[in-house]
């Protein structure tokens, strides 16, 4: 439900008249983020940002956040992490809209830089989830395994996958059923102790910027296996929980018509 008359992504159009901004002129996202502060205070910059990747064509990630394939929200065209410029519908690429693997030997365009992290061998061993991304969208879909009562984040077709925060994506953001923000990390593999220093910044960038008042935030990181280093780690910190997956299959043997001559 939105805050104001118009939904955000109405308003992002309205900050482009209101601006004055042509084609070619580049934009930052703190001018962004200054605007809506001024003219709509009541809208959290996780949303704000959000929108800022949902409405640009070539953000790999506003494949997660229900974007409209009639071209409503093609309306940015991102330059680097913290610029934009309009979409050019002549000469841009065409618009993302599903997610795509990269093709071989080809490059991927990232939301930031900064989101290109040390994640080392973990990211590429063969550990029934071929990637990340595999684990995230299944656990997306299936949160009440990790507790009951807890669901994705949603505001105003973004959802919670891949939820910005100062830069970086958070994997999950969820709502558990007291109403409090949940900040889940993912390793495919191990989980070693560095990724709790990445958990916590996450965590304290919701605390600061989306949580309300009385909303608790919490974090949950999930991994194949959790090394000693982050079970110490974690030890002194209340509202972190280790969980490690496990993968089972089951086979089921499918009846075969026989053919007659």
């Known amino acids: 439900m939105s805050i104001y008359e118009k939904p955000v992504r109405l308003l992002f159009k309205y900050f482009v008249t209101d601006q004055n901004i042509v084609k070619g002129q580049i934009v930052s996202k703190d001018q962004v983020i ?87 061998e973990e990211e590429f061993h063969q550990t029934g989830f071929a990637y990340e991304s595999d684990l995230r969208d299944f656990l997306s879909r299936n949160l009440t395994i990790i507790e009951p009562g807890l669901h994705l984040y949603e505001d105003e077709g973004i959802s919670g996958v891949e939820f910005p925060v100062g830069g970086r994506f958070i994997d999950l953001l969820a709502i558990d059923k007291q109403n409090n923000y949940v900040v889940i990390e993912l390793k495919v593999s191990k989980g070693y102790d560095r990724v709790i220093g990445q958990l916590l910044r996450y965590m304290a960038w919701i605390e600061k910027n989306q949580a309300e008042h009385a909303q608790r935030v919490r974090g949950i990181i999930i991994a194949r ?34 053919i007659s001559g």
Do not use: C
């Open 225 to 258: 296996e959790i090394s000693a280093d982050l079970h110490l780690a974690t030890s002194r910190i209340s509202d972190v929980e280790l969980f490690e997956y496990d993968l089972s299959v089951s086979l089921r043997k499918v009846k075969q018509n026989s």
């Open 34 to 120: 200054s605007w809506f502060k001024s003219k709509y205070p009541k809208i959290k910059m996780g949303t704000i940002t959000a929108h800022l990747i949902k409405m640009s064509v070539n953000a790999p990630s506003r494949v997660h956040y229900n974007v409209n394939q009639n071209g409503e929200d093609d309306l940015f065209y991102q330059i680097n992490g913290g610029h934009f410029r309009l979409y050019e519908k002549e000469n841009d690429p065409s618009p993302l809209y599903v997610k795509s693997l990269p093709e071989k030997g080809g490059s991927t365009q990232v939301e930031n830089p900064e989101e290109i992290e040390d994640e080392t």
